[in-house]
């Protein structure tokens, strides 16, 4: 049996290559919408919760499986705390998950696709037992002090990585399940993302998705729990913070993100993480080191 992890609000990875947990909870605290700079995935045991992902809510069954990529902003919502919230989550730092690739398998892919794509993995009872078994195995190997655990621990990720993306390429085995869903709210979320480098405002893309400002503003609210600028906002800082793990000058990060001048870039990005742009770029590389 593996260890459980008490829930940590501050949801960032303290280990450069992966992270695995098994979390049971009554009662968490509230989060807001919100994204990481690693991949996810994550395996749900139990309870009554829904995941809020890009404005489309997925009503989830035991066994289904949420991925999730760095610039997706999402959100659990629990509907009945009396019943205990199980899961297991697993978060993988990018360039570890692409060092594990070849040039014949890619493991990323099922994390490539965006927006329009379907975060559910829905499978067979086979393959769920499958993936289930193998997260238990990475669990146990992760706190097992015995010869080659330590190998077991990357190789056991490696299977999984592979029964995922296996799955994720088998499109009778993942189907969308939406309890929620608003088509403007996901166009406007598209039209956000593909313009992620203009500076955006209401009027523009309400006269874009032929509607007015009003409706979408109710709209927005209702299926992501944020205004359509606070959604901006975190998107632009989302995206600032892959160029700037891509080495992109400080400089010319929040020009490329829309903002209009680097000192409202700088208050909103240490508003939104706690630290500066360049803070965030050191501490990067430190943990790389």
């Not at 009662?27 to 309870?47: A, K, N, R, V």
């Not at 480098?197 to 299926?223: G, M, N, P, V, W």
Request: glycine residues 2%; aromatic residues 14%.
């Amino acid at each position: 049996m593996s260890e459980l992890t008490r829930f940590s609000p501050k949801q960032t990875m303290d280990s450069t290559t992966f992270q695995i947990t098994h979390s049971k909870d009554t009662y968490l605290p509230y989060l807001e919408l919100h994204h990481h700079d690693f991949y996810e995935i994550y395996f749900f045991i139990s309870g009554n919760v829904s995941m809020s992902i890009e404005g489309k809510h997925y009503k989830l069954l035991p066994g289904d499986m949420i991925l999730i990529n760095t610039l997706e902003l999402h959100q659990a919502l629990i509907h009945d705390p009396a019943i205990p919230y199980e899961r297991i989550v697993l978060w993988i730092n990018k360039s570890f998950l692409k060092s594990l690739s070849t040039p014949l398998t890619n493991l990323e892919s099922c994390f490539s696709t965006y927006t329009s794509s379907n975060n559910l993995l829905r499978c067979t009872e086979s393959i769920i037992n499958a993936i289930h078994i193998t997260l238990k195995k990475i669990l146990e190997a992760k706190k097992a002090t015995s010869f080659g655990s330590d190998i077991l621990y990357h190789t056991y990720l490696t299977e999984l990585l592979v029964l995922i993306n296996r799955a994720f390429e088998n499109t009778q085995a993942s189907c969308i399940y939406q309890h929620h869903y608003s088509e403007l709210v996901s166009n406007c979320i598209e039209y956000i993302h593909d313009h992620i480098e203009e500076d955006l405002s209401l009027d523009t893309l309400a006269q874009t998705l032929y509607t007015s400002k009003y409706h979408l503003i109710r709209e927005f609210k209702k299926y992501t729990g944020l205004t359509v600028h606070r959604y901006m906002i975190k998107k632009k800082l989302a995206f600032s913070k892959e160029l700037i793990l891509k080495d992109y000058a400080i400089s010319e990060v929040y020009k490329r993100c829309g903002f209009g001048d680097y000192s409202h870039f700088f208050r909103a990005f240490k508003q939104e993480y706690g630290m500066t742009p360049k803070e965030f770029y050191f501490i990067s590389i430190q943990k790389l080191i």
